[in-house]
């Protein structure tokens, strides 16, 4: 995919990073990777974001923890439904990936 072409795709969609590193991970973040992304697919919005799974947010104690991303939407001890309600509520809102190249 040329470069280009992958900027647009990549901008086209939120990213959805959920911790899943050892403190959420006992608390449900592969669980909640799941969830939000079936949330999504019952909302009409499959194709809206990415739902990344990674490891540590910084932020343990008070997992499961989110970042939607553009946007630096950070959600703690979050849900699927408040997850699902940002990216629906920001998925107009573009980021220009190419900005100060």
């Known amino acids: 995919m040329k470069r280009k072409k992958l900027l ?3 901008a086209a ?8 590193g050892k403190a959420c991970g006992r608390k ?3 669980s909640m990777r799941k969830s939000i992304k079936a ?24 997992g499961v923890n989110v970042v939607v991303y553009p946007g630096s939407h950070c959600l703690i001890n979050t849900t699927a439904h408040e997850v699902a309600e940002t ?10 990936l190419t900005r100060g190249r």
């Open 8 to 10: 647009k795709h990549f």
């Open 13 to 20: 969609q939120k990213q959805v990073f959920v911790c899943c």
């Open 28 to 30: 449900a973040g592969r």
């Open 39 to 62: 949330e999504l697919k019952a909302r009409g919005h499959k194709k809206a974001a990415r739902v990344i799974q990674c490891t540590c947010l910084g932020v343990c104690g008070d």
């Open 87 to 96: 990216v629906i509520r920001t998925e107009d809102q573009d980021y220009d």
